[in-house]
């Protein structure tokens, strides 16, 4: 599918979008269908547009490393999706409802983007799932559906985004595609105590689709105020997704392993509280932690994140402070077992999961740790101002940082840059956000955003001293009905 093509499919729904905004403003829910004899039908509608530009994109590494590819450091590019669909629910019996929904994404970039593609789009399907809900009386519930659908485990460190953006795709940045291509989802609720069994198998690029499936179990309980305390199990039966380790000492090319993640066991326990409520209750402490374990390859890794923060609820523009400590482990090169984390489809957006701005599109959750303070503001009910600050560290010195990657960046026939080896110094990069949201109607966001990324000596040394600051700004708008 041409971006021309995404283009003619999106353009005539601008009209569409600022309709329904009209007619939101006279109607609770103007996407309401049919409503009657216990048979719900709605219609949703999302549309998104994003202006990038970026200046010394992964500090510039191209015009060392290969100055002959063509790599474009300065990129600027519009991207843009249209999400369309349709939903129901259907009274069958008392307490009893069938449900399901069907959405399609067409997506596309108009300009060549940051890994080096652009001037491309595609329509695909988002969700089809349906399913059947059965209430037990008064605190019991029983949920279960088959088909593509989002699903978020925790606080989305492992199981999370389900589709994959960019590339042929394009939107890159907005990331539009969330849902698996396959699922089969239990839950059930009694009380506060719910238990959720799932089957996944991400929506992945054509060119990289790893056939990853994930099964498992989920096992939450929620308080009051925002309190919770869960864990997940999960299984990976098949993938021939390929793990990097390693080299002996850490002074040779990475061994890649291929299908190393097939096998693969993981638990993840969770966790958020307020421990002095009636006095501070702006208060709240969070945590995570992982471990990851396959007899197949040897494989033991683990990852953790603590959070800790404050908001001033009496306090003009309710100020909120708070830090992260986030490490996730690599491969040690002075051992034969394999430490390296996989972060599987984490939430990787900077209120999430994400290791700094700029650098989370170098680095995954593999082989880093970040220092993270976030300080946000509301000076009214539509504006929010958010500063983030990352101090990005490797945990393992000579060891793969990305995907096999570590001290430079090569660049392959297409001029996308790949890190290849390890960093003999620890510091990364520090890297520094400012994000301004504006709330334009219960359905429409403005979003303004602009960071810059310091290599720090790792990166530096990597370089000879040559590498450069990176940053960038964007904005964009996002309609959801």
């Known amino acids: 599918m041409s971006l021309r093509s995404v283009c003619g499919v999106g353009l005539p729904v601008l009209a569409l979008v600022f309709s329904v905004s009209a007619r939101a403003q006279q109607n609770d829910d103007p996407m309401l ?35 002959t590819a063509g790599y474009d450091a300065t990129p600027q590019w519009l991207e843009g999706y249209l999400k369309g669909g349709i939903s129901f629910t259907h009274d069958l019996a008392d307490s009893v409802e069938l449900y399901g929904k069907a959405t399609g994404v067409a997506s596309g970039t108009l300009g060549i983007d940051a890994f080096g593609k652009g001037n491309t789009g595609r329509i695909t399907l988002e969700e089809a799932y349906v399913g059947l809900r059965a209430r037990m009386g008064d605190d019991a519930a029983v949920d279960v559906s088959l088909g593509p659908r989002e699903l978020v485990l925790g606080t989305g460190m492992l199981i999370a985004n389900g589709g994959a953006n960019g590339f042929e795709r394009g939107s890159l940045k907005l990331g539009p595609r969330k849902a698996w291509e396959r699922a089969a989802i239990g839950r059930v609720e009694v009380g506060r105590f719910t238990t959720t069994g799932f089957f996944v198998d991400a929506n992945e690029l054509s060119a990289s689709d790893s056939g990853t499936e994930i099964a498992g179990l989920d096992m939450r309980f929620d308080w009051d105020g925002g309190t919770y305390l869960g864990g997940t199990y999960g299984y990976v039966p098949d993938s021939t997704s390929p793990y990097p380790r390693a080299a002996t000492g850490g002074f040779s090319p990475p061994v890649i392993l291929d299908g190393a993640r097939k096998g693969l066991n993981f638990i993840n326990l969770y966790g958020r509280t307020n421990l002095f409520s009636g006095r501070w209750p702006g208060f709240f402490l969070a945590g995570d932690f992982a471990y ?64 700094g701005s700029k650098s989370s599109m170098a680095f995954l959750n593999s082989n880093v740790s970040a220092h993270q303070v976030m300080l946000r503001i509301t000076p009214t009910r539509r504006d929010t101002v958010t500063l983030r600050y990352a101090h990005i560290l490797a945990n393992e010195l000579f060891s793969p940082l990305q995907f096999g990657q570590g001290t ?56 000879s001293g040559n590498a450069d600051y990176w940053s960038g700004a964007f904005v964009n708008l996002v309609s959801n009905f």
Request: proline share 5%.
């Open 33 to 67: 269908l049919y409503d009657e004899n216990g048979l719900r039908v709605r219609a949703h509608l999302q549309l998104g547009a994003n202006a990038v530009m970026e200046q010394n994109v992964f500090w510039n590494f191209s015009d060392i490393f290969a100055p």
């Open 408 to 463: 430079r960046l090569v660049f392959d026939n297409s001029g996308n840059p790949h890190l290849v080896s390890g960093v003999a110094r620890s510091h990364l990069a520090d890297d520094v956000y400012l994000e301004y949201n504006r709330a334009l109607s219960k359905n429409t966001y403005l979003t303004a955003g602009a960071g810059i990324s310091f290599p720090g000596k790792g990166l530096r040394s990597a370089s």
């Open 292 to 355: 990851e374990w396959n007899e197949r390859i040897d494989l033991r890794a683990w990852a953790g994140r603590v959070q800790v923060g404050y908001t001033f609820e009496d306090t003009r523009w309710r100020p909120m402070i708070a830090y992260t400590y986030q490490t996730f482990s690599g491969d040690d090169p002075a051992t034969t077992r394999l430490e390296r984390f996989d972060p599987l489809y984490y939430q990787g957006s900077p209120s999430a999961w994400s290791t």
